[in-house]
């Protein structure tokens, strides 16, 4: 058989292939895996409001099975490899990244979000697990 027929049939094929997962995924939700949201702090202009918005935010995860892992709080932190890593790091966990897009636009959270940003000069970012 000719190459250019190949090519062809094994387009065909992965066309009805693609099809066919299609129409067996129809009707199904989807879920993505775990994920973790991670907040990264280079400087801390008042770690008494820092501790207060931790302190809170605890609560508003509830909802969202959400659960807080304070990792890193100062102390003495090297860097082996790259830049000086950031002064504090957080990791939240989720069950999906839809618990934790709820959890992030959730009106419990918009309410203490405010403390954190006037306090923590930093990033928060959501990394996301394997689909199951």
Same mark, same amino acid.
């Given at each position: ?85 950031? %002064? ?27 403390? %954190? ?16």
């Amino acid at each position: 058989m000719k190459s250019s027929y190949k090519i062809l049939i094994a387009g065909l094929a992965g066309l009805l292939a693609g099809a066919a997962c299609k129409s067996a995924l129809q009707g199904q939700q989807v879920k993505t895996g775990p994920v973790c949201v991670i907040s990264e702090s280079e400087t801390i202009t008042d770690a008494t409001a820092v501790k207060n918005y931790g302190a809170k935010v605890q609560e508003t995860l509830a909802p969202f099975n959400g659960h807080y892992h304070f990792i890193v709080a100062g102390g003495n932190v090297e860097s082996l490899d790259g830049d000086a890593p950031p %002064r504090g790091i957080v990791v939240i966990s989720f069950d999906s990244s839809e618990q934790a897009h709820a959890w992030y636009s959730s009106p419990g959270y918009a309410a203490i979000k405010p403390i %954190r940003l006037a306090a923590v000069r930093g990033r928060m970012f959501m990394v996301g697990g394997v689909a199951q």
